[in-house]
């Protein structure tokens, strides 16, 4: 079996350190990661500049763009060869609610599911690596359950995209694996500004803000539960319980205009 683990905290970042140690001798993993923190990079790809990879001295190669661009090219000639699993993290802070929408770990992992390969993705509940030993110790365990089933995912070409979110616990303290839905949260808090040295105005984007549905059944409830969870993606988004709404406005601009009532008509 084969493994292909990226992230977007970048190369040296403890967690895709502690991700790789887990899984190296489940199977053959390489790594390949961006050079520089990419965090909500999302699927964003490098188009009008080229990519450089390079070797680090732990083995792992590094590239100068997203996470998103690291899995690609490895997918598309870098590897010489198709993984059998896609893995991304373990990323410092959460991955839950609408923050799927921005991760770079999270695209990471998406990209190789684009490719029709199983993959996850792999993140703490809270940033600062705090007991990240336990959920390297988790995602070696899903991983190692996960793994015989690979094949199969492969014969009928139907990969999956799993989204793992871990509290910093010790790992007595974690409680196994529940599946959940995605919560929601609140609007990020206000930009913050700054004034350069030139005297220009310089925004920052201000912090997630808190979450708004954490009801049972989302990843933000068991989370603080003590569990890790388990949320199955996809990449369609199309919103299908609306598309009868649009139809009929749709199909009535697409009607032939009515000659009698254009101007013009029978002159």
């Known amino acids: ?21 887990a899984l190296k001798d489940l199977a053959d993993v390489e790594v390949v990661a961006p050079e520089h923190n990419n965090s909500a990079k999302s699927n964003a790809l490098t188009l009008h500049s080229p990519l450089y990879v390079h070797r680090a001295a732990n083995g792992f190669r590094y590239v100068n763009g997203t996470p998103a661009d690291c899995v690609h090219i490895a997918l598309t000639g870098l590897l010489g060869y198709r993984p059998d699993l896609v893995v991304s993290g373990i990323n410092n802070g959460a991955n839950m609610g609408d923050d799927t929408i921005y991760s770079g770990t999270v695209g990471a992992a998406m990209e190789g599911y684009l490719f029709g390969i199983p993959a996850i993705a792999f993140s703490q509940t809270e940033k600062g690596w705090a007991h990240l030993d336990a959920a390297a110790a988790k ?51 206000a930009v913050i500004t700054q004034v350069s040295p030139r005297g220009e105005t310089m925004y920052w984007i201000g912090s997630a803000g808190p979450a708004r549905d954490d009801a049972d059944g989302t990843d933000f409830h068991a989370t603080a539960g003590g569990y890790a969870t388990i949320t199955p993606l996809q990449v369609d988004l199309t919103d299908h319980e609306r598309l009868p709404y649009w139809a009929p406005m749709a199909a009535q601009m697409s009607a032939p205009p009515d000659t009698a009532d254009t101007p013009g008509a029978g002159a």
């Open 1 to 21: 079996m084969k493994i292909l683990i990226s992230n977007d905290d970048g190369y040296q970042a403890p967690g895709i350190v502690a991700l790789y140690d």
């Open 139 to 189: 995602a070696r365990q899903l991983v190692s359950r996960l793994l015989p089933s690979l094949p199969e995912a492969a014969q009928r070409q139907q990969p999956w995209l799993l989204n793992v979110n871990i509290p910093n616990r010790p790992l007595h303290e974690l409680r196994g694996f529940k599946v959940a839905r995605l919560g929601r949260r609140h609007a990020a808090e």
